[in-house]
């Protein structure tokens, strides 16, 4: 049975995911994003992005969040002089994240944090601990507790996998870091291209992870197992965790009305922008480049819900969508979409 409703209907914030670079310098076989070093690095005009921030926030009557990802986002030479000016044409309760693998050294960390400690505004850096990456985790939490020292400390997600055992580091983290800041995530390779064959079988891991643990004793560890995504189906009203949902293979929303759009806008390492993440990996063409100045407020005061046409819901589990009956024609999701070979034209 299809649920009726699915995700939460109200965010509080407006989120603009920005990916400068889909560059990184590490190799994890689950990376979700699947980085394409080949791809170039294009300077953000940053008076654009200011603009695209001001419309979104001036149209949706919402605060804005935004979240600065990767690739890496640290390998982008420009970020310290990006955050600083859109941090300067945010208030509060607006506020930045930088999802980081943290394998800039501590020098660079420091002089980083520097530049950003007299904004006012509230900027935390998450961070991706990766142990497949012979990562010195000691070397890690000394970052960690930097970070945490300056107020920047957002939260730790360890990544489980197959591999080697995170649980250990976990635990050490969460006893020097401490609890608040520390989770473990799966991370799913296979999302990205809708066709395991492609994803190294890291889709396995959820399965790997739920064979060693129970739900219940995963839930402390992180968002990922709690059950925290409200669904209906029929008369039931009831929530369900993202970590159940990947491993029933249930979060397939094709055909829904989804809210995503709303809430949600993803800015690309080329500028162009999308109203869902999987659109950033289908031929279709954008909703308008970042230099489109003057389309931003026709579109941030006119957003309307997608329906989806994509069999695979990864990181906008959380919006809302609503069963419909009404045939949609699916389009395919593959990591070619993504590259400046598809893309130059």
């Not at 990766?130 to 400390?153: A, D, P, R």
């Not at 360890?158 to 401490?178: C, H, P, S, W």
Request: glycine share 4%.
């Amino acid at each position: 049975m299809k649920y009726e409703k699915f995700g939460v209907v109200d965010h509080e914030h407006f989120t603009i995911e920005l990916r400068p670079t889909t560059k990184c310098n590490y190799n994890c076989y689950y990376c979700t994003d699947l980085h394409i070093n080949s791809n170039p690095v294009y300077d953000i005009n940053q008076d654009a992005i200011v603009e695209l921030v001001k419309s979104a926030k001036y149209n949706t009557k919402k605060p804005i969040h935004i979240y600065i990802c990767g690739g890496e986002p640290t390998l982008y030479s420009k970020l310290e002089s990006l955050v600083i000016c859109l941090s300067q044409e945010l208030t509060t309760p607006d506020y930045i994240t930088i999802q980081t693998n943290l394998s800039k050294p501590l020098k660079w960390l420091k002089k980083f944090t520097h530049a950003l400690k007299n904004n006012n505004l509230k900027i935390k850096l998450n961070c991706s601990y990766h142990n497949t990456q012979e990562t010195n985790i000691l070397g890690y939490i000394g970052k960690c507790l930097f970070l945490k020292s300056v107020s920047m400390l957002g939260v730790v997600s360890l990544a489980f996998n197959q591999r080697k055992d995170v649980v250990t580091d976990y635990e050490k983290m969460v006893e020097m870091i401490g609890e608040a800041y520390c989770e473990i995530v799966p991370l799913i390779n296979a999302s990205v291209d809708q066709d395991p064959k492609k994803g190294n079988n890291s889709d396995h891991d959820i399965d790997h992870i739920n064979n060693l643990f129970k739900e219940s004793e995963l839930e402390p560890t992180g968002h990922f197992f709690r059950r925290t995504l409200p669904y209906t189906l029929g008369n039931v009203e009831d929530t369900v965790s993202r970590n159940e949902m990947w491993l029933t293979r249930r979060n397939n929303f094709m055909g829904y009305k989804c809210d995503v759009s709303k809430n949600k806008l993803y800015v690309d390492w080329d500028g162009n922008c999308y109203s869902c993440f999987n659109y950033q990996f289908a031929e279709k063409p954008p909703l308008f480049h970042i230099s489109m100045t003057d389309k931003f407020d026709n579109y941030f005061s006119n957003i309307n819900c997608i329906d989806c046409p994509f069999k695979t819901c990864f990181f906008d589990l959380e919006y809302l969508k609503t069963y419909q009956d009404k045939e949609i024609d699916m389009l395919p999701i593959d990591r070619k979409f993504n590259t400046n070979e598809h893309r130059s034209a």
